[in-house]
């Protein structure tokens, strides 16, 4: 379905919300990475990947851990809860339709131009 509707219309995402959906991502995919780690592949400093970090362990959607197999007892293991799978879910969700109304926009704009531009042909 093309639509000539701009995608600004649609619901975007927060920064914050962009990076809770991130760090669930990463975590439900890698979750013995570490603080740091998170920070250095979201390209946050390592204070705003911890307050992200106990902002949805707060919420639930993540669980803390202590890791007791490694040799440093203060490390964590972040676990995502039932609630923090269906939570980055929804995220993606919105995300998803955020980027199907860019990808529908530009469709129509391009085909526009295409008729612009065939219109001009000498």
């Not at 962009?18 to 570490?34: N, S, V």
């Not at 879910?89 to 995300?95: K, M, S, W």
Request: aromatic share 8%.
């Amino acid at each position: 379905m093309q639509t000539d509707t701009h995608p600004s219309t649609q619901p975007v995402l927060s920064a914050h919300e962009a990076l809770d959906c991130e760090i669930l991502y990463l975590l439900e995919h890698e979750p013995g990475m570490t603080q740091r780690e998170i920070a250095q592949r979201m390209g946050v400093s390592l204070g705003r990947a911890n307050y992200c970090l106990r902002t949805l362990a707060g919420k639930g959607w993540l669980k803390l851990d202590r890791f007791r197999q490694s040799e440093n007892k203060a490390r964590y293991v972040y676990v995502l809860t039932p609630g923090g799978l269906a939570e980055r879910a929804r995220l993606a969700g919105g995300f998803l339709a955020r980027k199907r109304a860019e990808y529908d926009y530009l469709q129509t704009q391009i085909a526009r131009l295409e008729r612009q531009v065939a219109g001009n042909a000498i």
